[in-house]
C-alpha cells in the first residue's frame, strides 16, 4: 500500500510569513494526525482528526496554526504568521482507528524560518 | 501525567551486541507501548508494540520487557547492527479516553552500531 505522503519535503520561509503544509493519508485511514518534532525531540501531537472532525487540538497554537481535513481525506496544516522556534519538522500520520493503534509517519517537512 | 521519560539519550554498541534502551512512564492509565525507528529524513515507523498483558513480546532480534510494577519498559536489540543505527523513540497512550488517546512520546535514543 501506498505511504503517507507529505509536500513539499522542505521548506525556508521569513519571520512573520505564512506557510501550509499537505497530507495525503495511506488509503481507508479514518484518523489523521500532525505532530511537530523539534530537533533532538519527539514527536509532539498538534492536531488530530477522525474523519474530517477535530478530536484533540489541544496543544494546537490556535492564534497562529489552522488545519483542515475536508472530506475526511486530504488535510492541510498552515502556520500565519510564522515565529523562529516553529522551526522544526511537521509530520503527518494516519492510522485505520483512534485508540492505540500504529500510526504511519509521513517524512514530514522540514521546516526552517529564517 | 503525560510524561514518558526515556534513556539514555545516546548508546554505541559494537556489531553482534545488545542494545537497551529504557522508558518510564507515570500514568497508569497507559495501556499502549509502541517503540518507533527513525532514520535521517524520514518519518518515524513502528518497530513493535505491547500491552500491558504480557510482560514480553519478541518480533526477530527485537523485543519489549515490560514491568507493569515499575512502570517501565524497555527495548532490546539483539546481535546489533550496523544498519539499525537510528533514533528510537518509546511511547506510551491510553484507551481511557480524553487526551489519553494521544500517544506520548520519549524524547529518543540515538543508537550507533560500529561495524
Known amino acids: 500500500e501506498a505511504g503517507v505522503a507529505q509536500s513539499p519535503r522542505y521548506k525556508i520561509i521569513e519571520k512573520r510569513q505564512s506557510v501550509a503544509f499537505w497530507c495525503n493519508p495511506i488509503s481507508g485511514h479514518a484518523t489523521l494526525y500532525w505532530y511537530q518534532q523539534i530537533l533532538g525531540q519527539g514527536p509532539k501531537l498538534l492536531i488530530q482528526f477522525q474523519n474530517n472532525g477535530v478530536v484533540d487540538d489541544s496543544q494546537l497554537p490556535k492564534d497562529r496554526f489552522s488545519a483542515e481535513r475536508l472530506k475526511g481525506v486530504d488535510s492541510t496544516l498552515k502556520i500565519q504568521p510564522a515565529k523562529l522556534e516553529d522551526s522544526a519538522v511537521y509530520l503527518c500520520a494516519s492510522s485505520l482507528r483512534p485508540v492505540n493503534q500504529p500510526q504511519h509517519f509521513g517524512d514530514g517537512t522540514r521546516l526552517s524560518i529564517l | 501525567q503525560q510524561q514518558v521519560k526515556q534513556s539514555p539519550q545516546s548508546l554505541i554498541v559494537q556489531k553482534g551486541g545488545i542494545s537497551i534502551i529504557n522508558c518510564a512512564y507515570e500514568n497508569t492509565a497507559f495501556d499502549y507501548f509502541p517503540w518507533y525507528q527513525q532514520f535521517p529524513g524520514k518519518g518515524p515507523a513502528l518497530l513493535i508494540a505491547?500491552?500491558?498483558?504480557?510482560s514480553e513480546k519478541k518480533e526477530g532480534r527485537f523485543t519489549i520487557s515490560f514491568n507493569k510494577s515499575a512502570k517501565q519498559f524497555s527495548l532490546h536489540i539483539m546481535d546489533s547492527q550496523p544498519g539499525d543505527s537510528a533514533t528510537y523513540f518509546c511511547a506510551a497512550s491510553s484507551s481511557s479516553g480524553g487526551s489519553n488517546y494521544k500517544l506520548t512520546f520519549g524524547k529518543g535514543t540515538l543508537l550507533t552500531v560500529n561495524p
Open positions: 505491547i500491552r500491558p498483558d504480557v
